[in-house]
């Protein structure tokens, strides 16, 4: 079992519809969790970050956490095609010394 | 620009040639990655520094790899005696620092393949 899972995709949401992001990881003291989108070719770049249970809501992005469930997934209302993008979930994992592990991303698309 | 850079954004190279990559983390940042990604994973760590130390390297990294941070400024990561395998984007970012599981902000990367 990988440390950080998600599911590969590709997702594909119409235009204005919600897109549901999932992510499940290995260690139970994690304390630390995050969004990525990586446009392809780019760099990612930090859209979220959460860390205690509950949702966090910014603009059109909503993270949601259940540390019990080792759970954590993001929500993008109102989806456009601008937010297609490969979504990578990071969590900071006590057994690599808290440092950040990513999952191998899911690929979103919005279509228009 | 403000934000992390990395030079070159592209280099080609022959098995067996060195390669170096150079990141110049946000000023106020103290803390600088390393990570690889190849296509279709997510990043992979390779090393980090807290100012100019080195507190910690993958396994995933060889003896070939070898990263310097000269007073805890900009850093360097040099690939020695290429391989193939090796072809992939390094990514370097850097964060506020102290505590680890901080964001991190990454550069633009450098694309990397060795023919």
């Known amino acids: 079992q990988k440390e950080v899972e998600q599911n590969s995709g590709p997702l594909s949401v119409p235009e204005g519809a919600i897109a549901s992001l999932n992510c499940t990881y290995s260690?139970?003291?994690?304390?630390?969790f995050f969004w990525y989108r990586q446009y392809s070719g780019k760099s990612p770049e930090l859209i979220m970050s959460?860390?205690?249970?509950g949702d966090k809501e910014d603009g059109r992005f909503t993270a949601q956490l259940n540390k019990a469930s080792q759970y954590v997934s993001l929500l993008i209302r109102d989806s456009q095609p601008s937010d297609s993008a490969t979504y990578l979930c990071?969590?900071?994992?006590?057994?690599?010394?808290?440092?950040?592990?990513f999952g191998a991303g899911t690929i979103l698309r919005v279509k228009s | 620009d403000t934000g992390v850079s990395q030079d070159p954004r592209h280099k080609i190279t022959k098995r067996g040639q060195n390669v170096t990559f150079r990141c110049d983390p946000i000023?106020?940042?103290?803390?600088l990655y390393w990570y690889r990604q190849t296509l279709g994973q997510g990043p992979e760590f390779l090393t980090y520094?807290?100012?100019?130390?080195?507190?910690?390297k993958s396994r995933l990294l060889s003896d070939r790899f070898s990263a310097e941070r000269p007073k805890g400024s900009f850093s360097t990561l040099e690939i020695q005696r290429t391989e193939q395998g090796d072809s992939a984007m390094y990514l370097c970012?850097?964060?506020?620092?102290?505590?680890?599981?901080?964001?991190?902000?990454f550069g633009s990367g450098t694309q990397l393949s060795v023919l």
């Open positions: 970012a850097s964060s506020l620092g102290h505590v680890t599981g901080e964001k991190l902000f």
């Open positions: 260690d139970r003291v994690s304390q630390s």
């Open positions: 959460i860390y205690s249970n």
């Open positions: 990071a969590v900071s994992l006590e057994e690599y010394g808290n440092k950040l592990v």
């Open positions: 000023s106020e940042h103290n803390r």
């Open positions: 520094f807290q100012n100019e130390a080195q507190l910690e």
